[in-house]
T-cell receptor, first 114, second 113 residues
Framework: AQSVTQLDSQVPVFEEAPVELRCNYS??????LFWYVQYPNQGLQLLLK??????LVESINGFEAEFNKSQTSFHLRKPSVHISDTAEYFC????????????FGTGTKLQVIP | GAGVSQTPSNKVTEKGKYVELRCDPI?????LYWYRQSLGQGPEFLIY????????DSGLPNDRFFAVRPEGSVSTLKIQRTERGDSAVYLC???????????FGPGTRLTVL
């Protein structure tokens, strides 16, 4: 069975400051890793994903995450946040099975303070 | 619209009643997923369809929950004898094949009084 741990339920950060949202996973097999974002009153959107290859993956709006197999982590970072980044972020994992049965973490609410 | 749609957006019902939640996936997407998101939790997998058949229903909590996708497009999640603990946001997602990015709908918020 696979699981995801997001230790921080809420992260307040000032605008233009850096942020790291932590994610650790456990699985007995090789995994795919994802970060999803849920903006207020909107549905879940895929932010970025790691499938294979380079362990550092980036999104179009400046977020990045690094797959660390030895630490079983996939932390999400951004060097300078904007007000518009205020949202809930979910880390998720699926195994290399025939389809994406995705297991989600409990989410981290990022609040950007002006 | 081009995205996944779900109806109704909100459903309030009384304990013991039957409810149906509908999902319209993106046109052409063969895979469809249902998730349940309780307050303060991440989405929890319920069931996965590939085409018309339920390929994995291991996430359905008990036999009060059932889902169908008779023509391989629209899906309906059915809950019998609702309980207060069923209150949650029910999310639907679809993908083009089983191993591709899932696109989520806005969800149906179910409240059981």
């Amino acid at each position: 069975a696979q699981s995801v741990t997001q230790l921080d339920s809420q992260v307040p950060v000032f605008e233009e400051a850096p942020v790291e949202l932590r994610c650790n996973y456990s699985s007995s097999v090789s995994v795919y890793l994802f970060w999803y974002v849920q903006y207020p009153n909107q549905g879940l959107q895929l932010l970025l994903k790691y499938l294979s290859g380079s362990t550092l993956v980036e999104s179009i709006n400046g977020f990045e995450a690094e797959f660390n197999k030895s630490q079983t982590s996939f932390h999400l970072r951004k060097p300078s946040v904007h007000i518009s980044d205020t949202a809930e972020y979910f880390c998720a994992v699926s195994d290399h099975g025939g389809y994406q049965k995705v297991t989600f973490g409990t989410g981290t609410k990022l609040q950007v303070i002006p | 619209g081009a995205g996944v749609s779900q109806t109704p957006s909100n459903k309030v019902t009384e304990k013991g009643k039957y409810v149906e939640l509908r999902c319209d996936p993106i046109s052409g997407h063969t895979a469809l997923y249902w998730y349940r998101q309780s307050l303060g939790q991440g989405p929890e997998f319920l069931i996965y369809f590939q085409g018309t058949g339920a390929a994995d229903d291991s996430g359905l909590p008990n036999d009060r929950f059932f889902a169908v996708r008779p023509e391989g497009s629209v899906s309906t999640l059915k809950i019998q004898r609702t309980e207060r603990g069923d209150s949650a946001v029910y999310l639907c997602a679809s993908s083009q094949g089983g191993n591709n990015e899932q696109f989520f709908g806005p969800g149906t918020r179910l409240t059981v009084l």
